[in-house]
């Protein structure tokens, strides 16, 4: 068994290496991941595009640790048009899979930028 005392000392050696991962949320469901932008980013958005819209389903939003208003569109090339709130404004986003986002609402997967 490994104490805290241990686990220094070897990493201070060399013997072990840590490396640090986004924190996943799983206050709710361990299938939804909720990050801060990297401080040199931090209002400074002013584009999105969800990547893998088929899988994830993604929420931006105004303050760190997803506080404030959200906004759930999946791309938006230009966050200055419209009512250009969330221009320069995300500062975190929450993503969670389709397949949860479907069982919760008890109905098929569908895209949820395009209802919009």
């Known amino acids: 068994m490994f104490n805290l ?3 220094t000392i070897l990493l201070a050696m060399g013997v072990l290496s840590a490396t640090a991962a986004p924190s996943v949320d799983t206050s709710a469901d361990n299938n939804i991941m909720a990050l801060n932008v990297p401080g040199s980013y931090n209002d400074r958005i002013s584009s999105i595009r969800n990547l893998d819209k088929n ?6 939003y105004e303050h760190s640790n997803c506080g404030g208003r959200s906004y759930s569109n999946q791309e938006d090339a230009n966050l200055h048009d ?3 709130f969330f221009s320069d404004r995300i500062s975190s986003w929450r993503c969670n ?3 949860f986002r479907a ?3 008890g109905s098929e997967v569908v895209d ?3 209802q919009q």
């Open 5 to 7: 005392k241990t686990a």
């Open 55 to 60: 899988r994830f389903h993604c929420v931006w």
């Open 82 to 84: 419209g009512d250009g």
């Open 97 to 99: 899979t389709r397949q």
């Open 103 to 105: 069982a919760a609402a």
């Open 112 to 114: 949820v930028a395009e």
